[in-house]
Each structure stands twice: as C-alpha cells, then as structure tokens.
C-alpha cells in the first residue's frame, strides 16, 4: 500500500480475472481522492480496509 497527498493508491494482483475487484479499487481511489482532505487518515485507511474485506469475501466466494 502506498500513501500520497490526497488519495490511496493500492496495488493488488488478482487471480482468475476477478475485474470486478479492480473496479472496486480504483472507484475507491477516485472518492478517495476527491474527499480524503476533509477525513483523518485512519478514518480513511479504515475505509479501505472495510473494502478490502468485502473484496477479499468475494473472492473467496468464487473460488
């Protein structure tokens, strides 16, 4: 995970092109971008992480 001004970027490999899930990441980026300024960064990690997970699920879901 890598943190910069204004939005998270995340970077995560996918198997058994599971798209839907980089779609889900990079929506999040771009909210991430546009509202990060007025939340505190641990309000903002907890969000993603909230996503990760509900990523993660589906994932497991399908496999």
Known sequence: MEIKTGYI???????????????????????????????????VLQNVLIQLTDISKNIKSKI
């Open 9 to 43: 970027k995340i970077i995560v490999e996918y198997y058994k092109n599971d798209y839907w899930g980089i779609r889900k990441i990079r929506t999040l980026e771009n909210k991430k971008s546009k509202s990060s300024t007025h939340k505190t960064a641990s309000s």
